[in-house]
């Protein structure tokens, strides 16, 4: 992870928040969280912070959604064809 980056960081009352590392330690990050409360930091282990879009305004379809109900039975079936 580089400094400045948008990250998703764990967090206890909202699961995971949207903020950019300002701060990088020995044991984890801090990140400045981009939601609300906008400007608060927070203190996050590495294994606690993953990597967001960086392009807020992207208008292109996510084609990897529809992987997410893949399951084992279509790739089977999909192989006997």
């Known amino acids: 992870m580089d400094d400045g980056k948008k990250v998703w960081v764990t967090h206890a009352l909202d699961g995971y928040k949207l903020g950019r590392i300002i701060d990088i330690g020995a044991d984890g990050v801090t990140v400045e969280l981009l939601e609300?409360?906008?400007?608060?930091?927070?203190?996050?282990?590495f294994d606690s912070t993953f990597p967001a879009d960086e392009?807020?305004?992207?208008?292109?379809?996510?084609?990897?959604?529809?992987?997410?109900?893949?399951?084992?039975?279509p790739l089977i079936w999909s192989k006997t064809m």
């Open 55 to 73: 392009y807020d305004d992207k208008d292109v379809d996510d084609n990897c959604k529809h992987l997410m109900h893949l399951t084992i039975q």
């Open 36 to 45: 609300r409360p906008a400007g608060q930091k927070l203190s996050a282990p």
